[in-house]
Nanobody
């Protein structure tokens, strides 16, 4: 069992930056690929990106590629989402997730509670 807790969300102006953190409990974290998803009001949940268990591979959606970076520190059981050049359309609740057959399936077993990111002009 893995529990995930996101933090670092908030209000930021267009063009600004935020770094989200996802702290995990459980000894299996270091063996899990971890991902970030987001859900904007009235929209379906969207895949943002993921990082392999050892950090060697990252993949991003086209909407954030070049602006967002995912990293992890397995010694701290934490995965990060660095968001730069934020746009209003990045406003959403951001979730970290992992486990199960992710990323082979976009249906991770474990999910955090989410953290709100609001980008204002």
């Amino acid at each position: 069992q893995v529990q995930l807790v996101e933090s670092g969300g908030g209000l930021v102006q267009t063009g600004g930056s935020l770094r989200l953190s996802c702290a995990a409990s459980g000894r299996t974290f270091s063996s899990l690929a971890m991902g970030w998803f987001r859900q904007a009001p009235g929209k379906e949940r969207e895949f943002v990106g993921y990082i392999s268990w050892n950090g060697g591979t990252t993949t991003y959606s086209n909407s954030v590629k070049g602006r967002f970076t995912i990293s992890r520190d397995n010694a701290k059981n934490t995965v990060y989402l660095q968001m730069n050049s934020l746009k209003r359309e990045d406003t959403a609740v951001y979730y970290c997730a992992g486990g199960g057959l992710f990323p082979a399936t976009m249906n991770p077993l474990y999910w955090g509670q989410g953290t709100q990111v609001t980008v204002s002009s």
